[in-house]
């Protein structure tokens, strides 16, 4: 049976004997000296949000020439690691914009005690934490450098992406930094389960090459635009099976704006679990929540949210997802052989999944 990873090296020493296992090890770095970098200054900045321009078609070595130099390694540190000093991971990342914020993966930072980036010169900077979300496994840090160090990647409007369109990946695999795997879009409109046990939705398929290391790092398409942030693979053995999975660009873009600004996002929460079939049949409604105070039951097929038709459970959280907690909705359940419509105040979405 598959199983999904995250892509983040973590290194131990045994693990160096036993092979790649769990979430994935590239190599266990014990640190026992003390770091002599300095720590970065955060400056409150505006960002915009980039629109993706049509271009024609780049080779795949012209995309890597164009991308990676925005492409980063981050190192993290964590707290003491079983064999003494302190324990390491790696990851990736790309440059968002001028002001010097790197987009990553949440589950890269989660519980570091210090983050390190490395540029694509060469350059190794001080990270801070600007804000993470481990509802969509992605987060925020900044880097104090020279605008003349930072060159920003473009986000695409992952909207538009095409099944078959080719990609390109760019990351640290086993801490291999600034490698380029190239591939297709399998798949769109997967779901993957977030760090703190919801979904994320519209995730990318595909089958470019990733691996551990490789988290948080850019899928491109072939104009050398972001179309999502490389998170996990599908895996019996630990390594690239052709199946990696990418949160969309259209979320990355939401979702980084809002850490810049506030420094962590809400989400609405209708408060349900759904049938495991797929379909919008609600399983069981979450005690005090949004659902159950609308009078919503287990039982309870979602047929309309808005009058807008629901035809799967994926839909009906894509739908939640594009509201805020406190919006309104209307929502039309097929109940005992009947339709019943409710109105339903959406809640604000808890730190994990029941």
Request: proline fraction near 4%; charge should be neutral; aromatic fraction near 2%.
């Amino acid at each position: 049976m598959f199983r999904t990873r995250t892509l983040m090296a973590v290194v131990a020493l045994a693990a160096l004997a036993a092979g790649l296992i769990g979430a994935g090890a590239a190599a266990l770095l014990i640190d026992n000296s003390p770091s002599t970098s300095s720590t970065t200054v955060v400056r409150e900045t505006a960002v915009g949000a980039a629109s993706s321009a049509s271009a024609a078609p780049l080779s795949v070595a012209n995309v890597y020439k164009r991308a990676a130099p925005a492409v980063v390694e981050i190192t993290v540190s964590s707290g003491s690691s079983p064999f003494g000093g302190t324990a390491r991971a790696q990851g990736s990342g790309f440059v968002y914009d001028s002001a010097g914020h790197i987009v990553t993966n949440e589950h890269v930072v989660d519980g570091a005690t210090s983050v390190s980036v490395r540029l694509a010169s060469g350059a190794r900077y001080r990270a801070t934490v600007v804000g993470t979300d481990a509802s969509t496994d992605l987060a925020v840090v900044k880097i104090d450098a020279p605008a003349a160090q930072l060159h920003p990647l473009t986000l695409a409007d992952s909207s538009t992406l095409v099944v078959g369109s080719p990609v390109v990946a760019i990351g640290s695999p086993f801490g291999l930094e600034g490698t380029i795997t190239s591939g297709i879009i399998s798949a769109l409109h997967r779901e993957i389960e977030a760090p703190n046990n919801f979904r994320i939705a519209d995730a990318i398929q595909t089958d470019a090459a990733i691996n551990h290391g490789n988290s948080g790092g850019p899928l491109l398409d072939l104009a050398g635009h972001v179309i999502g942030v490389n998170a996990q693979i599908k895996s019996d053995s630990g390594g690239n099976e052709g199946v990696g999975f990418a949160v969309p660009s259209s979320t990355v873009r939401s979702i980084a704006s809002e850490l810049i600004r506030k420094g962590s996002v809400e989400h609405a929460y209708l408060g349900v679990s759904l049938a495991a079939d797929g379909s919008a049949r609600i399983d069981a409604t979450s005690p005090g929540e949004a659902a159950e105070r609308a009078g919503l039951q287990a039982g309870d097929v979602v047929t309309k949210i808005d009058g807008a038709s629901i035809t799967s459970g994926s839909q009906l959280r894509g739908i939640i997802d594009g509201h805020k907690p406190g919006d309104r909705i209307r929502v039309t359940v097929r109940r005992n052989g009947s339709e019943k419509e409710l109105s339903v105040t959406l809640g604000t979405r808890p730190a994990t999944a029941s």
